[in-house]
């Protein structure tokens, strides 16, 4: 397994305006091995970046000797595939097919996919949508975006976040299993689950060769809101059990470490936390 850092760890990551070569740079001193990168509407990495800029990222990546798998698309959150509004899904699935474009022509295998909300814990403004037709809808998308995912041969990496749908393993395992397809699989979000009172080791088990990619982080469950993530090991994720979960399931993929927002030392600090509790 390969630890890694989301650009969105980086000074300005969130924003979107991090130079790359910067975050390249700073990752590999830091001590990771990889990198996760990040696509937005605007910014570094965006879905109007062309193929002769991606082309350009990967050769830095390549140059920075850092492994770049995959990419985390966060416009589910701005642009949701289970809007009530038709015309909000469709420029959904549009921007989802183009980050899918772009991550092939980064050279990645892995696109992260917030598979829309029921509820955004952070956006009041979003309407609530009702559980089945969040559902109904995030499937729809998804399998909008597979023609482009079989095309480019790019797996869609549906992520357990804090959106109101999948809080079982059960239920976020048969949802994946509805598709038949390698292309479509698990983005396990370690912390994420605390926030509603499981056992990312059980997740793992369940979840199983689904499990595509794996973001990393720590909660703290007597705080139990957002404020609740915190540096890994200072929360109450069961490190030891996890890490014997993820062996068990033979993933030797990346471990990404989503840690936000960005703070002086964080890096260093989650690269060697990474190592003591998730060792090979």
Sequence with gaps: MQRGISYWSFRNGLKHTHP???????????????????????????????????????????????VVDSVASGLSWSCSPTHPDPAIRRRAVALQKASLQRCAWLGCRSLLFV???????????????????????AGQCIRAMLKTAEKYRVEICVENVWNGLFYSPLEFRAFIDLFESPLVRAYFDIGNVLGYHQDPADWIRLLGPRI?????????????????????????????????????????????????????????????????????
């Excluded at 990889?34 to 193929?51: Q, R, S, Y």
């Excluded at 309407?127 to 969040?134: H, S």
């Excluded at 007597?222 to 030891?240: R, S």
């Design 20 to 66: 790359l070569a910067d975050a390249f740079t700073e990752a590999r001193q830091a001590g990771f091995e990889a990198l996760e990168l990040c696509i937005a509407d605007t910014g570094v990495l965006n879905v109007t970046t062309t193929e002769k800029e991606c082309t350009a990222i990967r050769k830095a990546a390549d140059a920075s000797g850092l």
């Design 115 to 137: 598979p829309g909300a029921v509820r955004i814990p952070w956006d009041p403004s979003y309407p609530v949508v009702p559980y089945d037709q969040a559902v109904v809808h």
């Design 212 to 280: 595509g990619r794996v973001h990393v982080k720590d909660f703290k469950r007597d705080v139990g809101t957002l404020a609740g993530f915190c540096d890994l090991g200072k929360g109450d994720v069961p490190w030891p059990a996890v890490a014997a979960a993820l062996r068990k399931t033979g993933y030797r993929r990346t471990l990404i470490a989503e840690m936000m927002p960005w703070k002086p030392g964080l890096l260093k600090r989650t690269a060697a936390a990474l190592k003591r509790l998730l060792p090979e």
